[in-house]
């Protein structure tokens, strides 16, 4: 696990392979990149003006054995406005840097990026985010490969700055580590592959945490209790299965008994074939992906107990596969969900709100300050919003507000759509109360209207994360989206 700590000092005589340094707009030199500068008697400031980098945010270029100064290479990082930047450029920026070093395979690094000016935020936000970006850059999925890379990672960072305590920066890298293990766990979930990653797998990984955490209490509900609740919608598509399902739920209370959690409920299909409506071969494998929400819920929750946060927080994960068995749903068949209402399942691919719906009821019972559910929901949600932002529909508009800022705060954006009664009119069935798909206009609203019936007891927000939560083509992976949105949200609420 990497080393993440303070260092104060002159940064001519620091001792580091490597030392990370602002270059703003229009050439000029942060105070740190000038101290260099003047030590190597101008090295710095000669290559600028030739024009290898010219201080647009997000710019890197690593220059190595500089004359004069004690660090073996610096790198060069375009800051944009000496004014100040937004903190979304300020963590892609962290991003690409935290990438250059990490690539180089460099043992240890400085960086002074601290001395950036950036809107709205202070030393120990910049700390947070340069601590998540470097533990996400060092991040590797390797544990299915019969021999695991053996790449060196960075395995110290120092952050140089004129924090005068270092209370701020301090406090910031230990709520980045947090966020970061949190993190992790949400990516090893979501990229391993479903014959791993089974609803038991995920049923047992929240009992490990429970274990970890004694401020976790973990319940997971099989296929017996569920049945018992009536939760005849979640079933139904387990049915296609042979791996049995499960309801998990964690428990923190850090704000005593009576102060009303916010609950999380996450998307667990562990792997989503379409069932009978049957998906294309290509790029089916990205379903594996399908219980990002589940992994979400479980790794926030782990954040949350490490960082023993003053808060109630209830994560709630039904976990199934979706195949097609020969007891799998068919079309046109109705089931009645633990909310009472019937559905019709016109195509059991829309699994999802299938197995949510009764999550939701099923919520409920926690009596919920508010209930945010996470899912890889629809196709339509990319295809509306693309990777950059998951969508996110509300009963409720403070909430909705709450989510929206959370995200641009941290640079995990979302975008409200709306939830306008007159889509309602698509999901109304002949033969049941509500049938699982309204059509092809306006997809990832009619699913969530579909939610919406029975979050109706309760603030509700919902996030659809089918853009968002990984990257396909070469860089294959789970993003860990939306965890850093949530996380801001929580320790928003914790003041
Ligand atoms: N898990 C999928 C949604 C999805 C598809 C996420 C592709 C990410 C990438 C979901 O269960 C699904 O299949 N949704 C259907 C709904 C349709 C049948 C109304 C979809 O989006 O095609
Ligand atoms: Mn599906
Ligand atoms: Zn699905």
Redesign the pocket.
Known sequence: MMEISLKQGSVRSLKTACIAVAVFAGKRLSPSAQALDKTSHGALSRIIKRGDINGTVGEVLMLPDVAGIEAERVLLVGAGKVEGITGTEYSSMLGKVAKAITDAGLKNAISALGEIEVKEHDLKWKARQLSVAFRSAAYRFDRLKSKPSRKPLLSRLWLHGDDETGAGTMAGIQLGKAIALGLDLTKNLANLPGNYCTPTHLAETAEELAKTYPSLKCTVLNEADMQKLGMGSLLSVARGSRQPPKLITLEYRGAGPTAKPIVLVGKG?TF?S?GI?I?PAAAMD??KF?MTGAACVLGIMKSVAELELPINVVGVAPATE?LPDGAASKPGDVVTSMSGQTIEIL?T????RLILCDALTYSARFEPDVVIDIA?????C?VALGSHASGLLSNHDPLAEELLAAGQRIGDRAWRLPLWDEYQKQIESPFADMAN?GGREA?TIT?ACFLARFAKDYRWAHLDI?GTAWTGGKAKGSTGRPVPLLMEFILNRCG
């Open positions: 299909v989503d379409g409506s998906k990205e379903m399908d979706n195509n691919d829309a699994e999802g890889t929901l629809t196709g339509a990319i798909v997809g699913a089918a």
